[in-house]
T-cell receptor, first 110, second 114 residues
Framework: GQQLNQSPQSMFIQEGEDVSMNCTSS?????WLWYKQDPGEGPVLLIA?????ELTSNGRLTAQFGITRKDSFLNISASIPSDVGIYFC??????????FGTGTRLQVTL | DTAVSQTPKYLVTQMGNDKSIKCEQN?????MYWYKQDSKKFLKIMFS???????INETVPNRFSPKSPDKAHLNLHINSLELGDSAVYFC?????????????FGPGTRLTVL
């Protein structure tokens, strides 16, 4: 099945630092999504991208839909402790089926 | 107000037992999903129902049987539980418009099979 590879797999950063992560696919997709999963909770949608090259922000988060439509990037500026969690990219297929990436685990130290 | 709720939150059971997980959404959505998250945190869709009709059925053992009594509920029944069924199961819901609509996830049910 379709594999979305995320990197890095995990990150340990200090509060205040900026974070970058990416997601790549071998196939082209028309919608890219970024979700965050807090410990013990379900994923929550952060940003949705619908157009190649699109750059979208949500507060301190900025995501980009790659020009090739095979990748996407998520940046978090000035990280804070509540940014801790697992970040997933996802793409949509037929019947609104979501395929999730392998996840990037973020730890923030004070 | 809870949007997507699941019961139970935790489920510990013996191999070979049959168990059910319930999901309810009060968002007025018409499509509901079940996802499985394994120990490595990989999330994968299992089933999807639209207006009580099965529209996605991934390669899931037939020991897993979803049931949707109405648009607001999607339950998951698992027969003859195996060790490999241990995972966190997430229910989600969305509106069906033919293009992508945000899926809202429940808090998950952690199933442990001993």
């Amino acid at each position: 099945g379709q594999q979305l590879n995320q990197s890095p797999q995990s990150m340990f950063i200090q509060e205040g630092e900026d974070v970058s992560m990416n997601c790549t696919s071998s196939s082209i997709f028309n919608t890219w999504l970024w979700y965050k999963q807090d410990p013990g909770e379900g994923p929550v949608l952060l940003i949705a991208l619908y157009k190649a090259g699109e750059l979208t922000s949500n507060g301190r988060l900025t995501a980009q839909f790659g020009i090739t439509r095979k990748d996407s990037f998520l940046n978090i500026s000035a990280s804070i402790p509540s940014d801790v969690g697992i970040y997933f990219c996802a793409v949509t297929g037929t019947a609104s089926k979501l395929t999730f990436g392998t996840g990037t685990r973020l730890q923030v130290t004070l | 107000d809870t949007a997507v709720s699941q019961t139970p939150k935790y489920l510990v059971t013996q191999m070979g037992n049959d168990k059910s997980i319930k999901c309810e959404q009060n968002l007025g959505h018409d499509t509901m999903y079940w996802y499985k998250q394994d120990s490595k945190k990989f999330l994968k869709i299992m089933f999807s129902y639209n207006n009580k009709e099965l529209i996605i059925n991934e390669t899931v053992p037939n020991r897993f049987s979803p049931k949707s009594p109405d648009k607001a509920h999607l339950n998951l029944h698992i027969n003859s539980l195996e060790l490999g069924d241990s995972a966190v199961y997430f229910c989600a819901s969305s509106l069906w418009t033919g293009s992508y609509n945000e899926q809202f996830f429940g808090p998950g049910t952690r199933l442990t099979v001993l």
